[in-house]
């Protein structure tokens, strides 16, 4: 089993930064592909970022340029940078792992998840 709990969110700005982490215990491993996922009321979970094998990462073309995914493996911590906020940014942020490495984009792809952290965007 591996646990994953999420924290940074909070109450911002548009155009303010925000850095979400994920600390990763249990049966983790350096081969596990990582990623994040956002939902929003009334929406299905949209996928984020991801990150997997060396350094390898994703981003969703919302996010691209304005996010980015890394991850500390000798801390089993991965975070997510979030530049310049938009309103539609505004979510509840999952963090989640795979028990495999390669790209994953869908949530189905993963198979453990965190509680997720509230991020709101004020205008």
């Known amino acids: 089993q591996v646990q994953l709990v999420e924290s940074g969110g909070g109450l911002v700005q548009a155009g303010d930064s925000l850095r979400l982490s994920c600390a990763a215990s249990?049966?983790?491993?350096?081969?596990?592909?990582m990623g994040w996922f956002r939902q929003a009321p009334g929406r299905n979970r949209e996928f984020v970022a991801t990150t997997w094998g060396g350094g390898s990462t994703w981003h969703a073309d919302s996010v691209k340029g304005r996010f980015t995914i890394s991850r500390d493996n000798a801390k089993t911590t991965m975070y997510l940078q979030m530049n310049r906020l938009k309103p539609e940014d505004t979510a509840v942020y999952f963090c989640?792992?795979?028990?495999?490495?390669?790209?994953?984009?869908?949530?189905?792809?993963?198979?453990?998840w965190g509680q997720g952290t509230q991020v709101t965007v004020s205008s």
């Open positions: 989640a792992a795979a028990a495999s490495s390669g790209l994953r984009l869908r949530p189905y792809d993963y198979d453990y």
């Open positions: 249990g049966r983790t491993a350096n081969s596990y592909a």
